[in-house]
């Protein structure tokens, strides 16, 4: 199905919801064309940065008339320029991304697959730059970053051809990605996180060593937070593990209390590291969800 046809991914009434909102880089970042965001080189542009020495050849035009009074000496002002955000979205495309509880309006991939169009969206809109990786044990699918509008086209087409039938690994492939990511900017995971979490953390870490600012959107059934279950369940196993038949009461102690320990984890590491954390049912409004952290982040000194 063509992606223009698509009207899942992209809610009007969530985009509407992000109008004025925006994704801006709190961290210097490298880009390729003028923006809103500060960039790590000199020229002279928009905001004023320091002073150096006239050297033969340079621009007369940014003389600073006042320094030479003072001190007659001859000071050129030096500017930083503003650039463009880079923006990669990383998509878990794993066989457990497809479960879909009972009081979820779609499936955590459905979920998060309109999570990455409405961010991709919002910023090609800001005339940033936005790529996309999908993958489970490996990298299944990247589109390089551009900030063509058309662009968005592909990145639903990508969306729209996954294929989710396999286990998950993200630790080598973050690990893989954060080589590969030339230009710093800001790295968007979308993922329910159902691997190794030291893996998961070191391969997080390692976009930050890299000096890419680093948002994890964590993607949950409400199921699977809540446990809802009453009656003797046949539980389907994804990504390869096994069916189980069990009395839901009996283990429900027991299972929140291990996947309380897993999310107290996964925070944990996000803070340790300064990655944004961001919890997501897929039974909250996906509008509110973007739209809460989006005003927060543009609240915070320096976003």
């Known amino acids: 199905m063509p992606a223009e046809s698509s009207p899942t991914f992209l809610d009007p009434r969530v985009l509407a919801r992000l109008e004025g909102l925006y994704l801006r880089a709190r961290r210097i970042v490298e880009g390729y064309v003028s923006g809103v965001h500060r960039s790590p080189y000199h020229g002279f542009s928009i905001e004023f940065a320091e002073h150096r020495e006239y050297a033969p050849g340079d621009d007369l035009r940014y003389l600073d008339w006042k320094v030479f009074g003072r001190t007659d000496k001859f000071y050129l002002k030096q500017f930083e320029e ?12 794993s066989q457990s991304m497809t479960y879909q509880g009972p009081n979820a309006p779609m499936s955590k991939l459905q979920y998060a697959q ?20 999908t993958f489970d044990k490996e990298i299944r699918a990247l589109v390089r970053a551009s900030s063509n509008p058309s662009h968005l086209k592909d990145l639903l087409q990508v969306m729209e051809d996954t294929a989710p039938e ?34 998961i ?70 803070r340790m590291h300064q990655i944004d954390y961001v919890l997501m049912r897929t039974d909250h409004p996906l509008d509110l969800a973007l739209s809460s952290y989006l005003t927060a982040r543009m609240k915070r000194k320096g976003a």
């Open 114 to 133: 309109c999570a990455a169009a409405a961010l991709a969206y919002l910023v090609l809109q800001q005339q940033d730059s936005a790529g996309l990786v």
């Open 82 to 93: 503003e650039t463009n955000l880079v923006c990669m979205v990383l998509l878990d495309t």
């Open 166 to 199: 396999r286990k998950t690994q993200m630790g080598p492939i973050f690990h893989e990605l954060a080589e590969r990511f030339k230009k710093r900017g800001i790295v968007v995971v979308l993922s329910d996180l159902f691997d190794d979490v030291d893996s």
């Open 201 to 270: 953390m070191a391969g997080l870490k390692h976009f930050r060593h890299r000096r890419h600012e680093v948002i994890l959107l964590h993607v949950l059934d409400p199921a699977e937070l809540d446990f809802p279950f009453e009656n003797t369940t046949l539980f389907r196993g994804l990504e390869q593990l096994p069916e189980v038949l069990v009395e839901p009461r009996a283990l429900r102690k027991a299972y929140l209390r291990e996947f309380g320990e897993f999310l107290r984890r996964v925070r944990q590491g996000c």
